[in-house]
């Protein structure tokens, strides 16, 4: 899942209102300000769901059933092993983490057993890695660009890959949790 300008309250709303602990990880990539240390976003997000919710280590072991937070100023990595490499490499679309680079990864190690969700944000960070969920067989959901805070984000997946579903945030977790048997 990634998204910037508005997405924190979607991501929220989105593991609120799941009725099941998903037997894959939830992955999240937010742009953040690079300087903030000490958001306290993760605990945010806690607050949301049963499920643990971390910043991954470098090396650590992707597992089912966590949500897992691209830290601050830190482009997250999933390897062909399962396992997070945390990068500092350059800003990709102004941003690190970079959603592009989360979902690309995502798509690499996990091919057609990807979900990705683009919520949403103000630039084109995050469309390409949802063509590349697409090509490798995985679901990609956008958050509808009529329900969005800024809808650049969506509107720029819309425009460079066929999407799955295009749904308003209150529809996301419904959809998810009538389709839970594929998570």
């Known amino acids: 899942m990634g998204g910037s300008a508005g997405s924190i309250k979607v ?3 989105i593991l609120k209102e799941l009725n099941f602990t998903p037997t894959i990880p939830v992955i999240i990539g937010l742009h953040r300000l690079q300087t903030d240390k000490t958001s ?3 605990d945010v997000i806690q607050y949301a769901t049963a ?3 971390c910043e991954p280590e470098h090396g650590e072991k992707v597992k089912g059933g966590v ?3 691209a830290p601050v100023n830190t482009h997250l990595v999933i390897n062909e092993q399962f396992e997070f ?3 500092s490499s350059p800003l990709v679309h102004y941003s690190r983490p970079s959603i592009d680079v ?3 990864s995502a798509a690499d190690s996990y091919k057609h057993r990807v979900v990705g969700i683009l919520l949403t944000g103000a630039n084109r960070d995050g469309a390409f890695g949802m063509k590349n ?3 490798t067989g995985g679901l990609t959901i956008v958050q509808h660009p009529e329900d969005c805070f800024i809808p650049t984000m969506p509107q720029a997946a819309l425009a460079l890959a066929p999407i799955d579903h295009v749904l308003y945030s209150q529809e996301i977790a419904t959809f998810l949790n009538q389709n839970k048997n594929w998570f």
């Open 11 to 13: 991501v929220k709303q």
């Open 133 to 135: 969920i697409k090509e």
């Open 40 to 42: 306290g976003l993760r």
């Open 85 to 87: 490499e945390l990068s």
């Open 102 to 104: 989360l979902f690309l």
């Open 67 to 69: 949500v897992y937070l």
């Open 51 to 53: 499920m643990p919710v």
